[in-house]
């Protein structure tokens, strides 16, 4: 079957790195995104990886492993705009669509 | 340039009444999404088109709902009757290229969603 699992809420401190682990399984892979929400508002495309490897944009990167199902999100230098969900979503190389996770709220603190 | 736009953005009905929610994609985008999102289910893909052409609609939830995509630059998702349980928001998003897209991650641009509470 298709499942994305990721902790549904996380907390963190301002100014501390967190990392937002994601694994999955789909029938076929081709590629995976990560994706900012702020309560409220629209889901906003943060990175994607279809190749093993991290790849940083400025505070944030994402790792991708195939072989093990596993992505993560590192965010650095964590500010209180950073409080959001984060969701991650797979896309089904059979049919192009993405596969969501629940997403994962964190919570930053002061 | 503008991103995708949905309205209305709010909308309170009562049971049983038709509701019309509408999405202009971003220029030049061939791929449209109607996604449903509550806390219960988190993302839902209703529909999506490539060039207007409904591709896939598996995931629109009974009859009741129905999706049209007349022309390039506009979609219509209407609920007819709304039922409490369709209380959730509605985003519309577009991408910039459908299946098999070489050199563009195909990422989602979402508008701003319409929040629906059925009474």
């Known amino acids: 079957g298709q499942n994305i699992d990721q902790p549904t809420e996380m907390t963190a401190t301002e100014g501390a790195i967190v990392q937002i682990n994601c694994t999955y399984q789909?029938?076929?892979?081709?590629?995976l995104f990560w994706y900012q929400q702020h309560a409220g508002e629209a889901p906003t495309f943060l990175s994607y990886n279809v190749l093993d490897g991290l790849e940083e944009k400025g505070r944030f990167s994402s790792f991708l492993s195939r072989s093990k199902g596993y992505s993560y999100l590192l965010l650095k230098e964590l500010q209180m705009k950073d409080s959001a969900s984060y969701l991650c979503a797979v896309r089904d190389a059979s049919n192009y669509q993405l596969i969501w996770g629940a997403g994962t709220k964190l919570i930053i603190k002061p | 340039d503008a991103g995708v736009i949905q309205s209305p953005r709010h909308e309170v009905t009562e049971m049983g009444q038709e509701v019309t929610l509408r999405c202009k994609p971003i220029s030049g985008h061939n791929s449209l999404f109607w996604y449903r999102q509550t806390m219960m289910r988190g993302l839902e893909l209703l529909i999506y088109f490539n060039n207007n052409v409904p591709i896939d609609d598996s995931g629109m939830p009974e009859d009741r709902f129905s999706a049209k995509m007349p022309n390039a630059s506009f979609s219509t998702l209407k609920i007819q009757p709304s039922e409490p349980r369709d209380s959730a928001v509605y985003f519309c998003a577009s991408s910039p290229s459908g299946r098999g897209a070489v050199g563009n991650t195909g990422e989602l641009f979402f508008g701003e969603g319409s929040r629906l509470t059925v009474l």
């Open positions: 789909t029938s076929g892979f081709n590629g």
